[in-house]
């Protein structure tokens, strides 16, 4: 049994390599049970989307229509009118002069192009000549750059394009090179660092609200960081606090900020949340189960696990070897998901209530499904791994 469940595991590895290597994008992440609808941070009423391993010939949810601006632009928009007269306006008849009967307009979006413009400021000095030293002049307005050659708008600009519309700085100094204005790169460098300077406060408010709240979402993604002493890059961590109680109606707004680390260890996370208290969704990452049961924090967060983690275990089970028992589970989790579909947007209480009263008998029945499965199977298998991976959480 042990040599079949070897086996087994090695041959969904090799497939799970292949569809990753050369499957389609559309491929690599199909499946099961296209009802199933994942647990989201944005989940509101009518915009949610199918889990990203569903099959891609299953139903989905309708598309909402698509707003374009077909017949009229928007309004908010400033008009210039273009005049176009005809070359004369004499009758070809009798050359006298034709009058205006009517006219035919139409409208189209245009763009002017951006335009740098130097800003010149004066300050004028005023001295009184009855009166020796008593001179007035207004002070200088405030800039982020003080004394440097850029507005703060125009670094406000800089800093939308590289990290709203993804516009490199290396990208912007040829723009700006293409307008005859020559900017070293590295001086638009030294301006994001100010503009990260002058909003520090705000992003640190921003995370001191979010953590105010009962619940947070946390997870964390590899950084690649430049280390030119060693001449290579070295790994670090982009960490991510959300909040997000649309769904439910709940008092946090939808936000998200992004905490830089050297490292993705517990340390790192312990100093992140040290004033947080409440519910805290994760994947399964060590470093949270470790959080969780530090003596420091004192039973302060209380961990809740994602069930869509568990259930795309399961998903790359069944991809790979077709297991009967891991589609059953899918299946299991399709019902957990249809009644939360049915209660959101619901109030705590209620949504408590059909959880007692429906969810929570579905997930001690899959527990005890699980445990039954488990003792009969092969500890080298991929189910086995799936298995404990939701057994432990």
């Known amino acids: 049994m042990a040599f079949e469940g070897e086996n087994d595991d090695l041959r969904a590895e090799i497939a799970t390599l292949k569809s990753l290597i050369f499957g389609a994008r559309s491929e690599r992440s199909a499946i099961v049970c296209a009802e199933q609808i994942a647990f989201d941070l944005e989940p509101t009423a009518g915009s949610q989307l199918p889990a990203n391993d569903d099959k891609p010939d299953a139903p989905r949810p309708k598309r909402r229509k698509a707003r374009r601006n077909i017949g009229a632009l ?17 009758s070809p008849c009798c050359t006298g002069q034709m009058h205006r009967i009517g006219e035919e307009s139409s409208e189209a979006l245009d763009r002017v192009p951006a335009w740098l413009r130097v800003l010149r400021t004066i300050r004028p000095k005023y001295a009184c000549r009855s009166c020796e ?105 982009f960490w991510a606090h959300a909040t997000d109680d ?69 998903v790359r089970v069944h991809k790979t070897t077709n297991s009967p028992f891991a589609a059953e589970v899918i299946e299991r ?38 445990i039954a ?3 009969r199977i092969s500890r080298r298998s991929t189910l086995i791994k799936a298995i404990d991976y939701m057994l432990e959480r």
């Open 373 to 375: 499965v488990k003792d």
């Open 74 to 90: 928007p309004a908010h928009l400033p008009r210039i009118e273009r005049v176009i007269e005809p070359a004369s306006t004499r």
């Open 333 to 370: 989790i399709a019902a957990v998901y249809a009644i939360e579909e049915r209660i959101r947007g619901l109030d705590a209480g209620e949504r408590r209530a059909t959880r007692q009263a429906e969810t929570k008998p579905l997930m001690e029945a899959l527990r005890i499904r699980l």
């Open 133 to 237: 030293g008593a001179i007035v002049q207004a002070p200088a307005p405030a800039r982020l750059v003080e004394g440097g050659m850029a507005t703060t708008a125009l670094i406000a600009h800089i800093a939308a394009a590289k990290y709203a519309w993804q516009s490199t700085l290396y990208r912007q100094t040829q723009i700006l090179a293409g307008q005859g204005v020559v900017v070293d790169r590295q001086t638009l460098a030294r301006w994001m660092g100010s503009a990260a300077w002058l909003v520090r406060g705000l992003y640190d408010l921003q995370l001191k609200t979010m953590h105010g709240f009962e619940r947070l979402f946390c997870d964390e993604t590899p950084m690649p960081v430049l280390d030119p002493g060693r001449g290579r890059t070295r790994i670090c961590q």
């Open 246 to 314: 649309r769904a439910w109606k709940g008092p946090a707004p939808p936000a998200v900020a992004y905490v830089f680390a050297g490292g993705r260890g517990k340390k790192e996370i312990v100093a992140q949340l040290a004033g947080f208290e409440g519910v805290l969704q994760v994947d399964g990452y060590a470093a949270y189960a470790s959080l969780a049961g530090d003596a420091k924090m004192s039973g302060q967060i209380q961990l809740a696990y994602c069930l869509v983690h568990a259930r795309r275990n399961f």
